[in-house]
């Protein structure tokens, strides 16, 4: 994988020469971030908590093949149907069968990463399938043709007035709306654009946060409530997830929820915690009549039995990209994956494989915050590092940096070698630095110093100082 010319590397420099992106990016730095911790340091038995769920989860995933089971026997007693589907291609096909089943020409859809995952969106409007995202952020990307750039908030990288001139293309604005109007106005207009929607949709597509084992249901967690219209107005709903979302009990469900939202949006609670049961019995007055699960494994069940298995544990908060500096300066889009951030920089190259996402888990300074920030605990770190070693034994770095790493690996394995290189490098750096006290450029290394001056170094070396200091 060389670095330098990799996609991800012209993504990042796009993204750091990006003034609206990264007016946007405030956003997570001076907001989320802050929202999290109070609402943590608010609960004091926040780490009971935590240790609480990792075990819940540790447990379902030992036996997840028989949680699964127990899931679909009681969704099918409820009068709905689960679909195993090994690749994402099998979820489009299963998905599409499915509407065409119920001769549907509108689908209206909740926010979905794994729906995401499979491209199910291009998929479906291939086919002729008018399709409309309704959670706010993801219909301003789907406006916009992009990717969600946040697993939480796909249109973070959005300033108002952005969504502002985009609404004026796609729609035109209502009641003198513009750019300059506040942000409660432009929400009123999507609200009043998605209603049409939710009233003529023949399907709703959604995910779940949660499938519960013991009885078929399903929880849906959002702040907008279009989760909820998405599952009851139309007349066929289909949920879509992974195959890692179950929990044994109801009563599982209660320290997820709790860290889930604390750790997402600094809430203590979100304003829709829905749960569902399959298609509508008889006397309900809302509600599918036709009731379908898709699971999606696309790659799972091997991580189940790799050293990977903890990532399954992964709520999809995004406390990990809140609290991620890289993730900070450059934004989503730069990682060209549908997951970004820590969790992307693993779950991407283990979903769709190191040649493709090689460059991802070099894009972390492993400085910690992700596993510390993370409700589950995911040893995030430990996993960029595993995938680095992967990437460097099957030679898929450049061979530029293998040489590289390869001198220094010499060097540092031999002391009177290696001090020597660091009394010459110290000495070649203060000639760089010119009239400056900063450098500005590093030789073989302008990854590095292009977009940062270093600070010069000491005139000596470490172990020449602390020799001098010991006498």
Not at 62 to 79: F, I, M, N, P, S
């Amino acid at each position: 994988m060389d670095m330098t010319d990799s996609l991800f590397t012209q993504q990042v420099t796009a993204a750091l020469t990006d003034t609206a992106l990264q007016t946007a990016l405030k956003n997570v730095k001076n907001g989320l971030t802050a929202k999290r911790h109070a609402a943590v340091t608010a609960l004091p038995e926040y780490e009971r908590i935590r240790r609480q769920a990792v075990r819940i989860k540790n447990k379902t995933l030992d036996q997840l093949d028989t949680y699964l089971l127990e899931y679909e026997k009681h969704v099918t007693a409820h009068g709905g149907r689960v679909h195993w589907a090994e690749t994402p291609e099998a979820a489009c096909e299963i998905i599409e069968g499915i509407c065409r089943d119920a001769k549907a020409e509108h689908i209206v859809k909740g926010k979905s990463m794994v729906t995401e995952e499979i491209h199910l969106n291009a998929h479906l409007e291939k086919q002729g399938y008018e399709v409309t995202e309704t959670d706010l952020g993801e219909y301003i990307i789907q406006l916009a043709e992009e990717t969600p750039s946040h697993i939480i908030a796909p249109a973070i990288h959005k300033t108002k007035e952005q969504v502002a001139r985009l609404f004026g293309e796609k729609h035109k604005l209502l009641d003198g709306v513009t750019e300059h109007s506040p942000r409660v106005d432009l929400v009123a207009e999507a609200r009043r654009m998605l209603r049409q929607k939710f009233l003529a949709a023949d399907v709703g597509i959604t995910g779940a946060n949660f499938l519960i084992a013991e009885s078929g249901q399903h929880v849906l967690v959002t702040n907008e409530g279009n989760g909820d219209l998405c599952s009851l107005l139309p007349d066929t709903h289909i949920v879509v997830s992974g195959i890692e979302k179950v929990l044994p009990t109801r009563q599982d469900v209660g320290p997820f929820l709790r860290l889930l939202t604390r750790s997402a949006v600094g809430q203590h609670i979100s304003n829709y915690v829905s749960f569902f049961s399959g298609p509508k019995k008889p006397g309900d007055r809302d509600g599918p009549s036709d009731f379908h699960v898709v699971l999606v494994d696309n790659g799972r069940s091997q991580m189940l039995n790799s050293e990977f298995k903890s990532m399954l544990r992964c709520v999809r908060c995004g406390a990990c990209l809140n609290h991620c500096p890289v993730y900070g300066a450059i934004g989503g889009h730069a990682y060209h994956s549908v997951y970004s951030g820590p969790m992307g920089a693993v779950f991407s190259p283990l979903l769709e494989g190191l040649k493709k996402h090689g460059d991802l888990p070099n894009a972390c300074t492993l400085n910690g915050r992700c596993q510390v920030a993370c409700p589950m605990d995911i040893p995030l770190p430990d996993m960029i590092r595993q995938l680095r070693h992967q990437a460097w034994s099957h030679t898929l770095n450049s061979r530029a940096s293998r040489w590289g790493l390869g001198c220094w690996a010499f060097i540092t394995r031999h002391p009177g070698i290696y001090r020597l290189f660091v009394k010459l490098a110290i000495r070649l750096l203060a000639v760089l630095k010119g009239r400056s006290h900063y450098i500005k450029y590093v030789p073989f290394g302008q990854s590095w110093s292009a977009r940062r001056d270093f600070p010069l170094p000491e005139t000596s070396t470490f172990m020449e100082q602390w020799k001098k200091k010991k006498g």
